[in-house]
Structures are given as structure tokens and as C-alpha cells.
């Protein structure tokens, strides 16, 4: 019995110091970064921005739609204005 309990300590204080002497690796997972920003200071014309070089061309496309969505109800609004 006493050799058991020697045998089980002997183990839980080897597994406590690996436990102490191993180097944490703590895994996150760092994706890209995303703003919201408004175009012409104007809080219903939003898009987002992706940071990072290889987001150039999505980046680019969203304020192009957004653009063009701002152009479109410009339009619409100066059409409503004559009515």
C-alpha cells in the first residue's frame, strides 16, 4: 500500500514539474483586421476595409459599389425633388 501511494506521488510531482517547465503555447487565430468606414461622412453610406495587402483589390471593389450606390440615389433623389 505505502509503495502504491510512493509510486502515485512519484508520478503526480513528475507531472506537475512537466506541467511547470513546458512553455504555454496559447494558439490564436490573428485574422485580418475590418473597419467600417463611411463615404462622404455620411452614416447610410457604409463599407468596409480590410487591412492587408492582398485585400487591395476587395477593398477597392466595395468602395466602388458603395460609390455607385451613392451616385444612383443622388439621382433618384434629384428625380424626386421635381415631382
Known amino acids: ?5 510512493a509510486i502515485l506521488l512519484g508520478f503526480l510531482t513528475l ?21 467600417i468606414k463611411k463615404y462622404k461622412d455620411k452614416k447610410e453610406y457604409q ?6 495587402a492582398k485585400y487591395k483589390k476587395a477593398n477597392a471593389q ?5 460609390k455607385h450606390v451613392y451616385r444612383v440615389n443622388e439621382k433618384l433623389q434629384r428625380k424626386i425633388k421635381r415631382i
Not at 1 to 5: A, D
Not at 17 to 35: H, Y
Not at 47 to 52: R, T
Open 62 to 66: 466595395m468602395l466602388a459599389y458603395t
Open 47 to 52: 463599407y468596409a476595409v480590410i487591412s492587408g
Open 15 to 35: 507531472c506537475l514539474m512537466i506541467s511547470v517547465t513546458t512553455p504555454k503555447m496559447e494558439a490564436q487565430a490573428a485574422g485580418p483586421k475590418v473597419t
Open 1 to 5: 500500500m505505502k509503495r502504491n501511494l
